[in-house]
């Protein structure tokens, strides 16, 4: 069961930090099945009433979770998917066995379990982006403009902070992007990559920018590993040393969290 009581924001002293940032809702809940749960009502209750929402999606172990209870509840709701406009938040660049790409990763826990498949602008273009970088970049916001922008952003967040491959330090002016991957990031996705060597060093990704106009941003932790920063991202100063941090300037951000990654913040 999820703790309803426990809906807080960051403390006063905190918004102190360097500029007055607004204020963000840390939901809490005791498990992640819980908060995937809160986090599937929302995401399926906006396609419920704007069948062609516009969802900003992310890649990761956190997000299996989600989209796993997001095709549950909208198959319990009879809400239908069909018509949803989605936009990732990044890709690897640079010779990826196909299994390991974003893509493959949401035919599996998104398209597939959907029955939907993803617009011609679901990913940035990791192919391009090789050898037209910024092409690729342009090209990416201009479909998520010409979409309306992101109704819903979900997130995750890496242990140095990052979200999407936005790695410290970032810019909150950034737009989508070739970046270079930092070494926490490359080490946190060698297991899946059978070893950090073959983790590729490059990815495009969104900037915090293109993130921050999304009308709702709802970033998701599981786990005590997230406890720092997601601690350091609510408590510490705004800085793009902590790239989630940046989030603080948004309208409507939430950080749903389980009781592990809640740990750090009392
Ligand atoms: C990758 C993705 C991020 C995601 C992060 C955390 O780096 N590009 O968008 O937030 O992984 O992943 P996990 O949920 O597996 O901890």
Do not use: W
Not at 25 to 52: C, F, I, M, N, Y
Not at 242 to 262: I, Q
């Amino acid at each position: 069961m999820s703790d309803p009581s426990a809906e807080r924001r960051a403390p006063r002293a905190a918004r102190a930090a360097d500029r007055e940032p607004l204020p963000v809702k840390v939901l809490r809940h005791g498990s992640s099945a819980d908060a995937a749960r809160a986090v599937a009502q929302e995401v399926v209750a906006l396609v419920a009433e704007r069948p062609t929402a516009v969802l900003g999606l992310a890649t990761g172990g956190t997000m299996v979770e989600i989209y796993a209870a997001c095709v549950e509840r909208a198959a319990s709701e009879g809400v239908s998917f069909d018509r949803v406009r989605t936009f990732n938040l990044d890709e690897y660049v640079g010779p990826v066995a196909p299994e390991r790409t974003f893509r493959a990763y949401m035919e599996e826990h998104f398209f597939g379990p959907f029955g939907i498949e993803p617009g011609p602008h679901a990913f940035p273009d990791a192919a391009r982006a090789a050898t037209d970088a910024l092409g690729a970049a342009r090209a990416y916001e201009d479909a998520i403009g010409r979409a309306g922008g992101i109704d819903l952003q979900l997130l995750g967040i890496g242990r140095n902070g990052h979200v999407a491959f936005n790695e410290p330090p970032a810019s909150a002016s950034s737009r989508t992007r070739v970046v270079e991957l930092d070494a926490v990031t490359r080490a946190d996705a060698g297991a899946a990559f059978g070893g950090v060597e073959r983790v590729p060093a490059r990815a495009i990704t969104v900037g915090l920018a293109t993130i921050l106009e999304a009308r709702r941003v709802r970033l998701v932790a599981f786990g005590a590993s997230k406890a720092p920063a997601v601690e350091r991202a609510l408590l510490g100063p705004v800085t793009g040393t902590l790239p989630a941090s940046l989030l603080r300037g948004h309208a409507d951000v939430s950080f749903v969290l389980d009781a592990g990654a809640a740990s750090g913040l009392g």
